[in-house]
Every structure is written in structure tokens, then in C-alpha cells.
């Protein structure tokens, strides 16, 4: 029932900024967890940054202070704001709703920093 499209992925120089948007479609979007996770090529899947149905919020360490996650729950959005990208921030980013037994993911979208 849950489908998660992202959208705002891009290539952008080191330094610049992008805004990842992630649409929820299903029901009962304000009791999901929903996060942001990447994967690089040949690298496993990690968790960017969480905003739990509570309305708090967690970074990976890699990320603190340069990434910051939103929600919106009348409009069903949830975001992420990237600043000072690096090269190492290069990858697909997913977007993730998780509620209960519930787990449910997005197509990705594709992050390249790079002069």
C-alpha cells in the first residue's frame, strides 16, 4: 500500500547544496519512522539521517551539521537539505517508512559530487 517516490538527486560541485524530497503515498503517513539512507558502489547501505513519527531527529556522524531532515505531514513530504557536499557524499539516496512489522523503500536517487 506505501510507495515512496525521491526525487532532487543531481551532480553538484563540492561545497554546493542540494534538497532530496521523498513523496509517501498510503495511509497513516504521521505514525511512520521515516528516514534517509545511501549506497555507495561496492559499499553497504547506511543509515544518513531518522526522524522517528515523535518528530525528533538523529545524523550519522559523517553528516552532523551539514545535513538536516524534515518532515511534513500534511503534505505527506519528507525532506533532506544537504549543504557542503563532499565527494564522499556521492551516492543513491533512498528513502525509507518504517511502522511495526512494516518496512518500505523508494527507488533511490542518484547524489554526484564533483568538480
Known amino acids: 500500500q506505501v510507495q515512496l517516490v525521491e526525487s532532487g538527486g543531481g551532480l553538484v560541485q563540492p561545497g554546493g547544496s542540494l534538497r532530496l524530497s521523498c513523496a509517501f503515498s498510503g495511509s497513516i503517513f504521521s505514525l511512520y519512522d521515516m528516514g534517509w539512507y545511501r549506497q555507495a558502489p561496492g559499499k553497504q547501505r547506511e543509515l544518513v539521517s531518522a526522524?522517528?513519527?515523535?518528530?525528533?531527529?538523529n545524523y550519522a556522524d559523517s553528516v552532523k551539521g551539514r545535513f538536516t531532515i524534515s518532515r511534513d505531514n500534511d503534505k505527506k513530504m519528507v525532506y533532506l537539505q544537504m549543504n557542503s557536499l563532499r565527494p564522499e557524499d556521492t551516492a543513491v539516496y533512498y528513502c525509507?517508512?518504517?511502522?511495526?512489522?512494516?518496512?518500505?523503500w523508494g527507488r533511490g536517487t542518484q547524489v554526484t559530487v564533483s568538480l
Open positions: 525509507n517508512a518504517r511502522w511495526l512489522a512494516g518496512d518500505h
Open positions: 526522524t522517528p513519527s515523535g518528530g525528533s531527529t
